[in-house]
């Protein structure tokens, strides 16, 4: 009788473990998928990191996408991130990071909230309006909050330097 209980038993893990193996193959159901993405969702901490650069984020500068704040850690990031913004929030969530989800209470914008100019940091005499490139050295130009000295820059006489 031992004997015959023991087999039973056996024969019912197998089947069990078999029938497991095939659902593994064939891919898990909708809800369990749905619970996977549940759970993942709440172990993503708030987003921390630009997306574009990988430096700590300015809650100053961001992008509003499908109901999701994405920040970024300085304005030239913005037209980049706005060219693909699945990618960068699937590379947040690869990262650990969940983007912010825009409520009631989050002003929808998109885009610079401060007024300044942006500057090349190895080239402070180059300045634009806009995001872009240093036309001496392609660095990308950085922004400054200050307006108030945005006409005078001051120049670097590099022939004085030494290297």
């Known amino acids: 009788m031992r004997i015959l209980l023991t087999v039973l038993f056996i024969a019912g893990t197998l089947a069990f473990a078999v029938q497991a193996a095939d659902k593994a193959e064939t891919g898990k ?6 619970k996977a993405a ?21 809650k100053k500068l ?22 693909d913004p699945e990618k960068y929030i699937k590379k ?35 300045r634009s309006a806009k995001p872009g490139r240093c036309p001496k050295c392609g660095m990308n130009l950085e922004f400054r909050k200050d307006v108030k000295d945005t006409t005078k820059a001051k120049a670097v006489n590099h022939e004085k330097m030494k290297m």
């Open 62 to 83: 961001f992008v509003d996408y499908k109901g999701k704040r994405i920040y970024v850690c300085m304005a030239s990031c913005i037209p980049t991130l706005k060219k």
């Open 92 to 126: 947040l969530e690869s990262m650990g990071e969940g983007v912010e989800t825009i409520g009631a209470g989050v002003k929808k914008q998109a885009g610079v909230v401060e007024s300044g100019y942006y500057v090349c940091p190895m080239h402070p005499e180059e």
């Open 38 to 58: 549940d759970t993942a969702a709440v172990k993503l901490k708030p987003q921390q990191t630009c997306p574009i650069m990988g430096d700590p984020i300015d």
């Open 29 to 34: 159901s909708d809800t369990l998928k749905a």
